[in-house]
């Protein structure tokens, strides 16, 4: 069933965000980190205010967890965890460089409110590969999560989890070739997914927008929604205006210092739900 454009509500979120006071691209593990390109923190850090003060001038309540020294990309949030119904999964990195972080999600999500608190057993990087459509998990593998820990979110949340594989490496998480836009309404790339999973996903989301290479990447899909306003890489015009045929809200985000690690403004944010 479509949703009349007008009839599109934002509504509250709660984010969690990580000043990115120790960003910098020290190694390389994705095809857009190159260590011998210089990053600047200012830029980074103005770059990211920009983004929190616009989740909160929507609205929004954000959040925040003490970035460690040490731990580079650890402004990328939405890898820190999944968390869905109270219950929160904190995540088990593939890469070594990034394990640390785990540590200071449990302690923060230890401190209280939610109903249950664990660490992945697998590999699995948080919101980076698994996002909830508002009725099920949608889950990554390919590069980063395994397989199996689709099983065990599918466990642990007790919702349906559909596995979707990613094939070309500049999408390496799930969340930089789709993103969810509303009530069981999501935007992605095909081209990031095996001819298998682009199956399923036009067989579920048949009315899905789609994005174009072009926009993909730019990192046009690693967006954030609330059901009206769509934050998204300013690059991503073609999408933003395919969005605003749909009704939504687009407003373009600059984020390019953070795009050096392969990151911009989904990475950033982690959904809490409450
Ligand atoms: N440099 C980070 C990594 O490769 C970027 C993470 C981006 N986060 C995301 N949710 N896609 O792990």
Redo the contacts with the bound molecule.
């Keep these: 069933m479509k949703v009349p454009h007008e009839q599109r509500m934002a509504s509250p979120r709660q984010y969690l965000m990580c000043r990115p006071t120790y960003f910098d691209?020290t190694y390389s593990?994705?095809p857009?980190?190159d260590p011998a390109r210089p990053t600047s923190i200012q830029t980074g850090l103005s770059q990211w205010k920009w983004l929190c003060d616009t989740f909160a001038d929507l609205g929004h309540d954000v959040r925040l967890i003490e970035p460690v020294p040490g731990l580079p990309?650890m402004v990328?949030a939405?890898?820190g965890a999944l968390v869905v119904d109270r219950k929160v999964l904190v995540a088990r990195?593939r890469?070594t460089q990034?394990r640390d972080e785990s540590a200071a999600y449990l302690e923060w999500f230890g401190r209280g409110g939610w109903s249950e608190v664990r660490q992945a057993e697998y590999v699995n990087?948080?919101?980076?590969d698994f996002l909830f459509t508002g009725r099920e998990i949608l889950a990554g593998t390919g590069f980063?999560s395994e397989p199996r820990s689709h099983d065990e979110v599918r466990e642990f949340f007790g919702r349906p989890v559909i596995s979707l594989t990613l094939v070309d490496p500049r999408f390496?998480?799930l969340?930089?070739a789709l993103a969810v836009l509303g009530d069981a309404e999501i935007m992605y790339y095909p081209g990031a997914f095996s001819p298998q999973s682009q199956a399923v996903l036009a067989e579920r989301f048949p009315d899905a927008v789609l994005a174009d290479e072009a926009d993909a990447a730019v990192f046009g899909l690693?967006a954030l929604s609330d059901g009206r306003n769509v934050v998204l890489p300013r690059a991503a015009v073609g999408l933003a205006e395919r969005l605003r045929e749909r009704g939504y809200h687009p407003l373009g985000a600059d984020l390019a210092e953070l795009l050096k690690?392969?990151?911009s403004v989904?990475?950033c944010t982690l959904e809490l739900r409450e």
């Design positions: 691209v593990i994705n857009w980190m990309d990328f939405a890898n990195f890469h990034r990087e948080g919101e980076g980063r390496y998480h969340d930089t690693n690690a392969g990151g989904k990475c």
